[in-house]
């Protein structure tokens, strides 16, 4: 399925029939998408129906079975550096380096985004994430929530004018969940791009510009949205959830 | 019993879902035992061979409790995973509410099963294709191992780390040298399993030093020499299996895959290299201890010729280890095995077996092409 992209005039992030396929019956996409600078669009759809896979796709982590992804008018490919580094990217699963401390973990991102100030911009992202007072433990010693924030930080750090959050908000407290949706606001304004997935309407409904649903491998983005206001846009969310058949009869 | 069960319908069900990857697995680990044996028929037979038949027995001996030793320490990981592992089988059951004493019966089949499976295959290639041992002997030695097993499976898990030195923002370096001072650090002074593999490392060590001592022959001295060398390229392989699942940090901040692989060659080199020298002033300090301090010319080719068989692990691992499975120490260790063998009784022949290193390279280099992290 096509999202529409004709009236956004620079695309940050931009696919061509962006397409996987798993199985001969199965398959997502293909995909065009067009997402302007300072939008932030949600995704949702069941589990398992390629929201990571997307996202996937999208950062270049996973190569497509066809088609293209261009980032700032550049295509993105496994070996693109400077490309890659406009994007910040928290997995939904984010595995960090068991034996190392989240001071460190941040310290050594920022080098390898050769950020300037380090000294500065470390403590910055820890103090707004709040990984100060755990700073100097072992990562494998965190609670999940507490390894989230270090994963928020480090997708984070470099200020990416595109930012890609798988399921973000799972695992957050309330000050943290707060935290993320002010940042999500923020960078917005800012003019920079960001591309979450999450089961949480209110969220979708609240913080996005856009919202797509995926839907037996195809990306349809939910109309009307702009002009609705939280609630309708919750319903509208439900009802295209719902509408779908249920994949498991329900007891 | 219906845990029991649910443990095997689990067994078949991962191989059901995952058959491409757990077959190239399977397919990938014969031909490298197969090749194992061709390596060690056509090369290393004629060495062993012109061995003493007390020697040779005492190397099968060794090599027994070699097997034995590792089988019963991943046997053990494996009784440890599923006590305190967050997820499985037990952990389901207790969440459930399951009885204590249901819960208990699971792990005991478990555990029996695991046990007679893995020591059993063990003692039977043991047995068919190593040494005979007597009853008595096997029995002490296999209640020693089950023995240890339980006291290793029922050790505490570890307490909180002390907090870590706050030196993370300090210093300014490139790139290449950031990749290459983080893994340094984890691998020397973090990973438990990696810090394993030197401290045995080290040990091989003082066995060139007892063999320079004990005048054996060079081809004794050679063997620690390797093996000291494998097993400090070892602790690579096992701070590589950790280090890929956490790797979308590098990915994402633009590090390619070569670069990547290039700080693991570094990193080999570095540890081939520290261990290569090391073997060859430990020979030199058994030989001069033997000699009252006179070392010939003859002894010093000697021992460069044991630094360069010590290096062949540590040079040959990067090219290595992403070639089937990254996050895979076994069959890394054994494919290193393998490739360190037979390199290494070339450069035990002659220094110029060392060229082989390169050729290799280009090999592992062209099939690596175009992947990204991944084998």
Known sequence: MTEPSTNTPQALLQTKQLTMRFAPSYQLGPVDLHLAAGETVGVVGRNGAGKSTLFQLLTGNLDASSGEVHVDGHRLTPDTPRIKRLIGYLPQDPVLPRWATGREVLGYAARLYELPDIAKRVPAAEAYWDCGSFRQKPLSTLSYGMQKRVALALATLHEPRLLILDEPFSGLDLNHIKALEELLTTRGRKGLTTVLSTHVTAFCARLCSRVWSIQDGRLESIEPWQSLDQGPREQAIEARFFAAPAPLARP | ?375
């Open chain 2, 1 to 375: 019993m219906h845990l029991y069960l649910l443990w095997w319908l689990g067994l078949s069900h991962r191989l059901r879902h995952d058959l491409a990857r757990e077959l190239t697995f399977a397919i990938a680990s014969c031909v490298l035992i197969a090749t194992f044996f061709y390596v060690f028929n056509d090369f290393l037979n004629v060495q062993v061979a012109a061995l003493s038949a007390a020697m040779h027995q005492r190397f099968a001996k060794l090599a027994s409790i070699a097997l034995l030793l590792l089988t019963g320490a991943r046997a053990a990981t494996w009784l440890r995973h599923e006590r305190f592992a967050a997820t499985g089988v037990r952990q389901m059951a207790r969440h459930l509410g399951e009885k204590r004493t249901t819960v208990q019966a699971w792990s005991w089949l478990y555990t029996l099963t695991l046990t007679s499976f893995s020591h059993g295959l063990c003692w039977w290639i043991i047995h068919r294709y190593l040494t005979p041992w007597s009853l008595p002997q096997a029995a002490l030695f296999e209640a020693m191992l089950l023995v240890t097993t339980a006291l290793v499976v029922r050790w505490p898990a570890a307490p909180q780390p002390a907090m870590q030195r706050d030196s993370a923002l300090e210093g300014d370096r490139s790139l290449g040298l950031t990749l290459y001072l983080w893994r340094l650090r984890q691998i020397v002074g973090r990973n438990r399993a990696s810090q394993f593999a030197l401290i045995l490392s080290t040990m091989f060590l003082l066995l060139v030093a007892l063999a320079a001592m004990r005048t054996l022959p060079l081809f004794v001295a050679a063997l620690c020499s390797l093996a000291a060398g494998y097993t400090s390229t070892a602790a690579l392989i096992f701070h590589l299996a950790d280090d890929l699942p956490s790797a979308w940090t590098e990915r994402g901040s633009g590090v390619t895959h070569d670069r990547f692989v290039t700080t693991y060659f570094w990193l080999g080199a570095t540890l081939a290299g520290a261990y290569a020298l090391a073997a060859s002033c430990a020979y030199l300090s058994g030989a001069a201890a033997l000699g009252g301090g006179d070392l010939g010319i003859a002894t010093i080719g000697q021992a460069l010729q044991l630094a360069a068989v010590a290096i062949v692990p540590g040079l040959t691992a990067p090219m290595l280890c992403m070639q089937i499975d990254g996050r895979r120490s076994g069959i890394n260790l054994l494919l290193l095995l393998i490739a360190a063998l037979f390199v290494g009784t070339a450069v035990f022949a002659h220094w110029l077996g060392l060229g082989l290193i390169p050729v290799l390279g280009s090999f592992a280099l062209k099939s690596q092409a175009g992947r990204f992290y991944r084998a």
